[in-house]
């Protein structure tokens, strides 16, 4: 459904779209095809009229697992991909926040990096009990330039937010729920997602997307203030000594 690569599933349930980030045997790592399919993703399920909610999820044990180390050093390589996905990277961020179809993130393992900021983004989050978030991006030498700073100020109190963007730390689902981060922690986070969805699909449809807009208008604002600064750092960054030592590390045959 709407022309996605195979790494993103959407499925329709009558006015409810079932989006799951899908590649399970790499724990849902965020490559080429996952990146462009997540800045194509967000126009469309807004210009799909019969859409009213949407859940978005990860397949196998991982939300999602962040930048996958390949693509990390591809980036680092070739100048033209990396422009794409820095303009990508916006696409990413300023489609979700301006999206007009509410999104229910069901976190059913760790949310990590890109996969974090997704949380970040959506409107409303469960998560599972051994679940975590985490944005290591500086820890790898990366700005972390795309959702989890750019919005956790506005979840959460600016002290907590640098905390776990400087240091990369795992925000474990509790501690995530306590800080504003999350809803609810639960059992099965996509099937109370999909409560949510069905409850919302109950309420007057004007209604609910004017205010999520209300709501977003605050969200795009602050995060229009950083964004530009944030990629166009991100982009030197993927070009410094230290990424590139941290890729030969975590590249590195295990022994």
Request: proline share 5%.
């Given at each position: ?22 590649r399970?045997?790499?724990?849902n ?7 462009t399919?997540?800045?194509?993703l ?9 859409a009213?909610?949407?859940?978005l ?6 939300f ?10 591809q ?13 990508h990277?916006?696409d ?6 301006r ?50 700073p750019?919005?956790?100020?506005l979840?959460?109190s ?13 925000i ?23 409560a ?25 604002r602050a ?26 590390r ?6």
């Open positions: 459904m709407y022309d996605m690569p195979e790494e993103i599933d959407v499925r329709a349930e009558g006015p409810l779209r079932i989006i799951t980030l899908n399970p045997d790499a724990l790592a965020v490559d080429d095809n996952l990146h399919g997540l800045a194509w967000w126009p469309r399920l807004s210009e799909d009229r019969e009213r909610v949407a859940v999820t990860g397949a196998g044990r991982a999602s697992a962040g930048g996958d180390f390949g693509y990390l050093e980036l680092s390589k070739d100048a033209d991909l990396r422009a794409k996905t820095i303009a990277g916006r990413i961020v300023l489609g979700m926040a999206c007009r179809v509410p999104v229910i993130a069901a976190v059913n393992g760790p949310a990590v990096g890109l996969g974090c900021s997704l949380v970040a983004l959506s409107d409303m989050v469960y998560i599972a009990e051994k679940a975590y978030l985490a944005d290591p991006h500086v820890q790898v030498g990366l700005v972390a330039a795309d959702g989890g750019l919005t956790w100020p979840h959460t600016l002290l907590l937010a640098k905390e776990y963007a400087l240091t990369g730390d795992r474990p689902a509790e501690r995530a729920r306590e800080m504003g981060l999350a809803n609810h922690v639960v059992d099965d986070p996509v099937a109370q997602a999909r949510c969805a069905e409850r919302m699909l109950k309420l007057p449809r004007q209604a609910v997307e004017a205010t999520k807009r209300i709501l977003n208008i605050q969200l795009e995060v229009l203030a950083t964004l530009d600064f944030a990629l166009t750092a991100e982009d030197l960054t993927f070009q410094s000594d230290d990424l590139k030592a941290n890729l030969e975590l590249n590195a045959p295990k022994k």
